[in-house]
């Protein structure tokens, strides 16, 4: 199994910076992703943002050129840098791990964009 502790979150004003931190832990493959998914109030899960243990990243639209998702990989710990936050950036944010076999979710951790 593997474990997914979340960090960062809560509340930002419109044009602000947040960041989340997810660590890993466990039975970590050394090919995997991780990344953020977020869902907002009456809407379906969407992908933010993710990053293979190889480094490859990519965006979902609505984030790209203000979101940044990075690792360190002797910590096994993603970051979502988010930037020029929106109001409609505002859910819950939930750390993913994917590997060949498995795929787990974080608890998820509010983000709030709100003037």
């Known amino acids: 199994q593997v474990q997914l502790e979340e960090s960062g979150g809560g509340l930002v004003q419109p044009g602000g910076s947040l960041r989340l931190s997810c660590a890993a832990s466990?039975?970590?493959?050394?090919?995997?992703?991780m990344g953020w998914y977020r869902q907002a109030p009456g809407k379906q899960r969407e992908l933010v943002a993710r990053?293979?243990?190889?480094?490859?990243?990519s965006y979902g639209d609505s984030v790209k050129g203000r979101f940044t998702i990075s690792r360190d990989n002797a910590a096994n710990t993603v970051y979502l840098q988010m930037s020029s936050l929106k109001l409609e950036d505002t859910g819950v944010y939930y750390c993913?791990?994917?590997?060949?076999?498995?795929?787990?979710w974080g608890q998820g951790n509010q983000v709030t964009v709100s003037s």
């Open positions: 993913n791990y994917r590997d060949y076999r498995y795929e787990y």
């Open positions: 466990g039975s970590i493959s050394s090919i995997h992703a």
């Open positions: 990053i293979t243990s190889g480094g490859s990243t």
